[in-house]
């Protein structure tokens, strides 16, 4: 017959626990001697700092491998994808269409390209990228003689964009049947368009739809042509002063008409037929100016 529990009181639990956490008679400290809490104690010590050691030198050997200019794994796309300013899309669609006689209509394309040239102009280009460059061959740079233990960006400057600057014509065109679009290629580290240095990549804009609605097509630079000195590019880090070249292609259209025009970047290694990327290589857009 199982015999009942004496019920102890609160000062019996309170002496049991005060024993417990100092017993006089054995000498111990909640159950320990004093000996054994110093071997204990040594031991989380050493372990905790072994434990230490061993996390600082798995990151110290994972920095130590890591590039910090250039990513030891990337999206390496066969070719860039290309983008035009204004950049005005409605429904993963680029439209660019105004109104001649509403100022408030061109005037915000005129604006979107004004603040997209911010970072070319040519003071600020002359103050960062100073560096002399060899026009028509690749910037081969396999050290960091740049400020700041960094490497040297060609200058691209708003003017190189000739009447599509926004300097000569600050509305780009946009008040009349003449707007300017602004092609831009997207970055890839060490890409090189061409495997030769005397075909430098080119904007080629064809009109898909509405050919009889353009009179002429003009090309800022001369011939469209992205110039061999700003590749490759070295990443951000490497090349923080860097900014993309750039082409400036003027329309001449007819009024109250609309366009489907494909603008591609022709080089050796920049291809444009992926189906599951309709910006590889080229971008599609319509144009139209109203009255």
Known sequence: MATLKEKRTCGQRCEDFGRFVWNSDNGTFMGRTPEKWVYISLYYVAFYVVMTALFSLAIWTLMYTLNPYTPDYQDRLKSPGVMVWPDTYEEEVLEIFYNTSN???WTKMSNILHQFLEPYNDTKQLEC??????KGKYFIQK??????HTKWACPFMQSMLGPCSGL?????GYNCTMPCVIIKMNRIINFLPSNQTDHPPYVNCTILDGEENVDKIEYFPDRGILDLSYFPYYGRLA????????VAVRFSLVKEKEAKIQCRVVSEKISYQNFYDP????VIFHLKAMK
């Open 168 to 172: 000569e014509d600050p509305t780009f």
């Open 103 to 105: 100022k408030a209509s």
């Open 143 to 148: 050290t960091f003689s740049a400020p700041h």
């Open 279 to 282: 910006y590889e290589g080229k």
């Open 129 to 134: 990228n100073y560096h002399n460059c060899t």
């Open 239 to 246: 090349q923080p002063t860097y900014v993309n070249p750039l």
